[in-house]
């Protein structure tokens, strides 16, 4: 029925409209190295002034850039491979509807995690991870472990499947704060940019997020 | 009370960002050092807290995500590449629907409020005539003696009418949400716009 529905819009709406698809496409296909190495030496303002610009390539630069460090952060929230790498994808279709709204108040990198940090928050229950963080123990063969032995690989896997499932169980805030800090070297000011809070609520989380840990370790 | 031999501050436990600074190895000022080092000297009970921080954030740190498939990443790229691209290309007309309907409600509700008429639609006051008991006339006799002309125009004009004729005719009564809706003034005005672009900006988010 809404689909049967023809907006009789003017020709300067139409253009404008246009004009954005053009912009907002990113057609990797049609760019030639010359293109990429010069992207390459692009700043990050310039990166994401090129992207707002239409500039072809330059949004998956930006993917290429930011993609390890973001899937990462996801891992850590879900702590399994789908759903990380489905939140990954989630994080940069939104950084690519908001790139207009980035000012460079902050890095690229601190606004795609907090990007990042709100699309795991919003999507992870508190406690939803739990069973598949520790069911993903031997998710991933392809890791390096050659060095271990067989006794030693699984006792550390087994106890990093606690580990990642007693971060599932943390509060969300206390979860955030934990896997910003401890993993991703964010100072304190930075995951109190990313959450919208204060550094002494960082740190209070941080704290808590320790504790609350020790506690759940002990009983695994 | 103070033990004695501690510097002042010594005596009373660390406090929870002061744990957090020493468990992750930040730097204190030289005076706070000192303290914190003279503090935890005395108090096992403090030593033991922060070494319990201490090992569990090096067990949590020790835990690496694993590296996916050199193939991923290629693969990711271009999935992204491809959602984005999709999203680009979203036709003219779907573009416009996020907007359509906090539009057409802000037209909708700007329209009540700005034309105190256009509310009053029969087929809005249908179903209560239909509902509502049947309304006692408007008695001549409430108007008193009337010796004034006017009255006596209004009297015989509005003679037999019921509430729902009176609410036809936008005499809502004071203290109903019709008349206080359809008795804004400009401040209130203002204000209602000022939600109502809220309301529209949240919805768009």
Redesign the interface.
């Known amino acids: 029925m809404?689909s049967s529905?023809?907006?009789p819009?003017s020709t300067s709406w139409?253009w404008t409209?246009?004009a954005?698809?053009s912009v907002?496409?990113?057609?990797?296909e049609r760019m030639t190295d010359a293109d990429a190495a010069a992207l390459a030496q692009l700043s990050e303002a310039a990166l994401v002034d090129a992207c707002l610009a239409g500039r072809a390539g330059a949004?998956?630069l930006i993917?290429?850039r930011h993609?390890?460090p973001i899937?990462?952060l996801c891992?850590?929230f879900v702590g399994n491979?789908e759903d990380a790498?489905d939140l990954?994808?989630d994080v940069?279709?939104r950084a690519?509807?908001g790139l207009r709204s980035f000012r460079g108040g902050s890095s690229l990198g601190t606004w795609l995690y907090r990007i990042g940090v709100n699309v795991c928050l919003n999507r992870v229950g508190a406690s939803t991870t739990l069973d598949r963080a520790t069911a993903s123990v031997d998710?991933?063969p392809?890791?390096?472990d050659r060095s271990d032995s067989p006794s030693d690989l699984i006792l550390r896997k087994e106890?990093?499947g606690f580990?990642?499932a007693a971060?599932a169980q943390l509060p969300r805030k206390q979860r955030a704060t934990?896997i910003l800090?401890?993993?991703h070297e964010m100072t304190h000011q930075e995951i109190a940019d990313v959450l919208g809070t204060s550094v002494?609520a960082v740190?209070?989380n941080?704290?808590?997020a320790?504790?609350n840990?020790?506690k759940l370790?002990g009983d695994m | 009370m103070r033990s004695a031999g501690l510097e002042p501050g010594e005596d009373m436990h660390l406090k929870d960002e002061e744990f957090v600074d020493l468990a992750d190895g930040a730097a204190p000022s030289e005076a706070d050092r000192r303290r914190q080092e003279g503090h935890l000297a005395s108090c096992a009970e403090c030593r033991q807290k922060l070494a319990g921080l201490r090992s569990t954030l090096r067990e949590v740190a020790a835990v690496d995500v694993p590296e996916p498939s050199p193939l991923f990443w290629d693969h990711f790229s271009r999935r992204v590449h491809d959602a984005v691209g999709a999203e680009a290309r979203t036709p003219v007309g779907r573009a416009w629907l996020p907007w359509m309907f906090p539009a057409a409600a802000l037209a909708a509700l700007l329209v009540f409020v700005l034309l105190p008429g256009a509310w009053r639609s029969p087929a809005r006051t249908a179903p209560s005539i239909a509902v509502a008991p049947p309304a006692p006339p408007v008695a001549r006799e409430t108007l008193g003696d009337l010796t004034d002309p006017s009255l006596a125009l209004v009297g015989d004009l509005s003679d037999g009418a019921g509430w729902e004729a009176a609410h036809e005719a936008g005499l809502s009564p004071r203290g109903s949400a019709e008349h206080a809706v359809t008795h804004l003034n400009d401040r209130e005005l203002r204000e209602l716009q000022r939600l109502l672009q809220v309301e529209l900006a949240h919805a768009s988010d």
């Open positions: 809404a529905i023809e907006w819009l139409r409209e246009r954005q698809v907002a496409t990113p057609p990797a949004f998956d993917v290429e993609r390890r899937y990462q891992y850590r491979h790498s990954s994808q940069f279709l690519f509807r998710d991933h392809l890791t390096d106890r990093a580990v990642r971060i934990l800090r401890t993993y002494g740190k209070a941080f704290f808590h320790l504790g840990l020790k370790l």
